[in-house]
Structures are given as structure tokens and as C-alpha cells.
């Protein structure tokens, strides 16, 4: 119930491409689903979240899109640089916890 | 403006030694998190603080493991007679008030090797 499930586990894109990272979960109490960047040796960073009442947020090249009724979530990277390549968290908050999806280890080929 | 400061970065100790891990928040920030990250894994909840209120400490993995918070600022993450099992990177975050949509501010961990 608590999990959420992110696919996949890596994923290699040439430059300006779109790469796709999916997440699911199953606890409907979840109420807030935020995505997180991390780098070697650093700390995740918060990268855009967004509410179950809205089926999509942009910022900048970052999307999310939002499936309330499937229960999923997705991240695209518009553009992708070399300098996206880096580790990616999708999470789900319950009771001001996050809950983690394994994460997703992107690559952006020059 | 300073962020979260975790010390130290790296510990190495042997089997069966205690270790003490700092979590400096950001200031102003309320709520505190400690998480565990092993080695290609995601981060595991271990245990948060909220002001003055009681911790969540849900995710504690076993009672070798506790955690304070002094003075509603500073952390400190206790783990007794460690074992191998407990090497992972050990991540804090703070946010500015418990509640909902607040983002986690995280440091960069302590990196811990038991031998």
C-alpha cells in the first residue's frame, strides 16, 4: 500500500531527446507527488511536484503528468541535455512523509 | 542562503562501534527528516521531528537506532552496535513547516562503511 514502483531502472537518451520515467502507486490517501534530482555525492534535489487535482504541470523543460484514476504519474524531460544525465526520484507524501520509488538512472548521450 | 549541513561526510568504523550522525537544518525550518539511502535504492523514512510535538519514529528499523532534536535545530541520528547491514548513506532534510506540498530540503548525508 505504501510503495510506489518507478520504472525504469535506467535509461539512456541522446541529446534532445524526451526521455520518460513512469511511477505508481497504490495508497489513495497520497496527496502530494514530488520528483527529486540527484548527482553523485549530493543531496536530491526537488525538482517540480504536483497535486492529484491537476493532470499536468510544466516547468521549464520538466513536465508531469498526472493519471488520477490509473494512479500514475510520469515525468518528461523536454530537450534533454548532457547535463540532466543524474539519478531521479519520484515520491508520494502521506501523513507529511515522502514515500520513494527506487529511481531511475538517466543518461543523455552528446 | 546556507543549506542543510550534514557531518561528518564520509565514517568508516568497525562492526559493533556506535556512530553519531549531525543534521545542521536550514534555519527557520521546522520539521526534520532522516532517511537511509543503500547502495542503487531509494530513500527509506526513518524518523521526523515537527517543533515540539513527539517524533514519528515509524521508520526506525530497529531499536539500535534513535534520534534527537535539541532546541528544535540541531539532530543527531544514534546508531548502537552497528552492523554491516547498516552501511548506506544516511540523508537529512528540513522544511519550512510540517504540512502539506512543503518541499524537503535534503543535505548532502553521511556516507557510513561498516567493516
Known amino acids: 500500500q505504501q510503495q510506489v514502483k518507478q520504472s525504469p531502472q535506467s535509461l539512456i537518451v541522446q541529446k534532445g531527446g524526451i526521455p520518460i520515467i513512469n511511477c505508481a502507486y497504490e495508497?489513495?490517501?497520497?496527496?502530494?507527488f514530488p520528483w527529486y534530482q540527484q548527482f553523485p555525492g549530493k543531496g536530491p534535489a526537488l525538482l517540480i511536484a504536483?497535486?492529484?487535482?491537476?493532470s499536468e504541470k510544466k516547468e521549464g523543460r520538466f513536465t508531469i503528468s498526472f493519471n488520477k484514476s490509473a494512479k500514475q504519474f510520469s515525468l518528461h524531460i523536454m530537450d534533454s541535455q548532457p547535463g540532466d544525465s543524474a539519478t531521479y526520484f519520484c515520491a508520494a507524501a502521506w501523513a507529511q512523509k515522502l514515500v520513494f520509488g527506487q529511481g531511475t538512472r538517466l543518461t543523455i548521450n552528446p | 542562503g546556507a543549506g542543510v549541513s550534514q557531518s561528518p561526510s564520509n565514517k568508516v568504523t568497525e562492526k559493533g562501534k556506535d556512530v553519531e550522525l549531525r543534521c545542521d537544518p536550514i534555519?527557520?525550518?521546522?520539521?526534520l527528516y532522516w532517511y537511509r539511502q543503500s547502495l542503487g535504492q531509494g530513500l527509506e523514512f526513518l524518523i521526523y521531528f515537527q517543533g515540539n510535538s513527539a517524533p514519528d519514529k515509524s521508520g526506525l528499523p530497529s531499536d539500535r537506532f534513535s534520534a534527537e532534536r535539541t532546541g528544535g535545530s540541531v539532530s543527531t541520528l544514534t546508531i548502537q552496535r552497528t552492523q554491516q547491514e547498516d552501511s548506506a548513506v544516511y540523508l537529512c532534510a528540513s522544511s519550512l513547516v510540517q504540512g502539506f506540498g512543503q518541499p524537503q530540503h535534503f543535505g548532502d548525508g553521511t556516507r557510513l562503511s561498516i567493516l
Open positions: 495508497n489513495t490517501a497520497f496527496d502530494y
Open positions: 504536483i497535486r492529484p487535482d491537476v
Open positions: 534555519s527557520g525550518h521546522t520539521a
